[in-house]
């Protein structure tokens, strides 16, 4: 073996991403009966360093192996056990500290037993310290992080749950940070402050689609393994006002009609699990209500990249790279008379993906080729169409072809937009429709539309990461990578990866 000097321990390290040593005395040898035969051929004192090391698999999943190295020589060993332990310590993007929030009632209610079956022996085994609060109420993990968490005793935070599990910890955090920067969360114009600590998510909800975005599977032993060897993967967020009031941020989907709907469905129905929102999917897929609105936004400019390219946001994006903050950063003040465009119309759908939003549903997402740190969200309209046209869209999102390549469909990469519904429309604004359109059609338009009328709704809900927003009018803004995760976005296809499978061991 050798491993005398830092030098050749590096490669092992890299290829293996090493999570632990232990030394294995004699008796602990005797009682593991597969290394039993070896101690009695063996006639001398022997120790054995087990070495724990991160294997890749199919499908972007992560396993932990291990491999036993026999040595005569006790000291050596000892040494051997030494090395590799100061070369582990040395790596400070490891947490060694971390804050646990478990959600008992998330997906199939098993975020308690996955914790503590897959992921509680594996932080054990990397000397990961934790500190576990399983939530008693939606918000309490929230609104622990805002006021009562003792942030500075960790290097991390972990959620146990699904999206909205995820969301509640990128609040209190977001927040947390605002307030010890002085800053105004209130103001949709500021700058926010960047967290500094990185958020784990080990997936036990019902879409869990950030995971499965930022690592590629919903796999809760793989999540736990990136958390253990420390990886960062900064993340888009945006921030939702109405009137210069916060109401939420939104890492993933904001979507207002279909998504929204079906959200709002879903919720009554939450004792199905995760089959809820396929329930609700296809009712709301036959109901087929439109909205009517306005959609204003401020196109980013000076970036690479568009909502229709071929290539995908990976570990070590180069879009993101190029796109990311630029050091005179400031929010873009947002006049939509002089830079923004206007879009009026009656949609099925308005979406704004930050991220692909891939799933197990949807494995490329709502919109392929969005970023996860590029100071960007995809805003995606689906235009009032027939319900075979909607139904073509829809599908397009479980297969290879185009879901924007619909004459119905457009998609705009956008740093900023507002939304503001038909019927809350300013006075003038409904005085240029009359212009427009002419009175009687005018007229006859808010007859059919109007609530009162006991037929389609007026107004649809935001599904902002799968929570319900009270309000319709909305202003977004996208910050450019205010938080981090323990992730490294998705590897290239892991199957041609010369490190996938059986280790091949380099001396
Ligand atoms: C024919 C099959 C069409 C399948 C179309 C699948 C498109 C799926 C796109 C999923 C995008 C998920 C975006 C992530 C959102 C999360 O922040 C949020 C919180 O977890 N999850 C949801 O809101 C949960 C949203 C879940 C939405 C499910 C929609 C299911 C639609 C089913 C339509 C059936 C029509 C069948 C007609 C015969
Ligand atoms: N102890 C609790 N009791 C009830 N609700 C809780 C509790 N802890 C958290 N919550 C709330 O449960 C909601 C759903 O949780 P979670 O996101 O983990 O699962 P999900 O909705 O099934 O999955 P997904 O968001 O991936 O679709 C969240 O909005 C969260 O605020
Ligand atoms: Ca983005």
């Known amino acids: 073996l050798g491993l005398s000097g830092s030098s050749e321990l590096s490669p092992l390290c890299s290829i293996f991403y090493l999570m632990s ?119 309490h993990a929230r609104d622990h992080l805002r006021t009562d968490a003792e942030l500075k005793k960790y290097d991390g935070v972990v959620c146990v749950g699904g999206d909205g599990m995820f969301s509640e910890i990128v609040h209190g955090l977001i927040w947390r940070t605002q307030m010890d920067s002085s800053l105004d969360p209130n103001s949709p114009d500021e700058t926010l402050t960047s967290c500094s600590l990185r958020i784990g998510i080990i997936p036990a909800g019902s879409t869990d689609c950030i995971c499965f975005a930022t690592v590629g599977t919903n796999d809760p032993v793989t999540s736990a393994l990136h958390i253990i060897v420390g990886d960062s993967q900064p993340m888009d967020v945006c921030s939702i006002h109405h009137n210069n009031t916060f109401l939420r941020y939104s890492v993933s989907l904001l979507g207002y009609g279909f998504y929204g709907d079906v959200l709002t469905d879903s919720e009554r129905k939450r004792w199905m699990g995760p089959v809820r929102y396929d329930f609700s999917g296809l009712k709301m897929f036959l109901t087929h209500h439109y909205y009517e609105g306005t959609v204003s936004y401020l196109p980013a400019r000076g970036v690479v990249g568009t909502p229709r390219d071929a290539a995908r946001c990976r570990s070590g994006c180069v879009v993101c790279q190029h796109n990311g903050p630029k050091p005179s950063e400031r929010a873009e003040k947002y006049e939509t008379d002089d830079c923004g465009e206007t879009i009026r119309g009656k949609f099925l759908a308005i979406n704004a993906a930050s991220m692909s939003c891939a799933c197990p549903r949807s494995p490329k997402g709502l919109s392929p080729a969005a970023h996860l740190a590029d100071g960007t969200t995809d805003l995606i309209l689906v235009r009032k169409c027939s319900r075979f046209d909607f139904l073509r869209h829809l599908l397009r999102h479980t297969n290879k072809e185009d879901q924007f390549d619909l004459n119905f469909v457009e998609v705009h990469r956008v740093v900023r937009f507002r939304f503001m519904p038909r019927h809350c429309q300013s006075d003038s604004d409904l005085e240029l429709d009359l212009l427009e359109n002419g009175k009687r059609q005018i007229f006859g338009q808010i007859c059919r539309d109007h609530p009162a009328c006991g037929c389609a709704p007026a107004y649809s809900s935001w599904n902002c990461d799968g929570e319900i927003l009270t309000h319709t009018a909305i202003d977004v803004r996208v910050h450019c990578r205010l938080i981090k995760l323990f992730a490294r976005g998705i590897e290239e296809s892991c199957d041609a990866h010369p490190y996938r499978g059986k280790p091949k061991f380099v001396f």
Do not use: M
């Not at 009682?31 to 006639?43: A, G, I």
């Not at 199919?58 to 100061?86: N, Y």
């Not at 932080?123 to 934790?130: G, K, L, V």
């Open 21 to 139: 040593v232990s030394v294995l005395e004699r008796t602990n040898i005797l009682k593991r009966k597969f290394l039993t035969l070896l101690f009695v051929k063996t006639k001398w004192r022997l120790c054995c360093v087990s070495v724990s090391y991160v294997e890749r698999c199919q499908q972007h999943r992560w396993r932990c192996a291990a491999v036993t190295f026999t040595c005569p020589d006790g000291g050596l060993c000892q040494s051997w056990v030494g090395a590799i332990a100061e070369q582990l310590a040395a790596i400070t993007s490891r947490p060694r500290r971390l804050l646990i929030y478990i959600n008992p009632y998330g997906g199939k209610r098993q975020g308690g037993r996955v914790y503590e079956q897959k992921v509680a022996p594996l932080f054990a085994q990397a000397a990961i310290s934790t500190h576990v609060i399983v939530t008693e109420h939606a918000n």
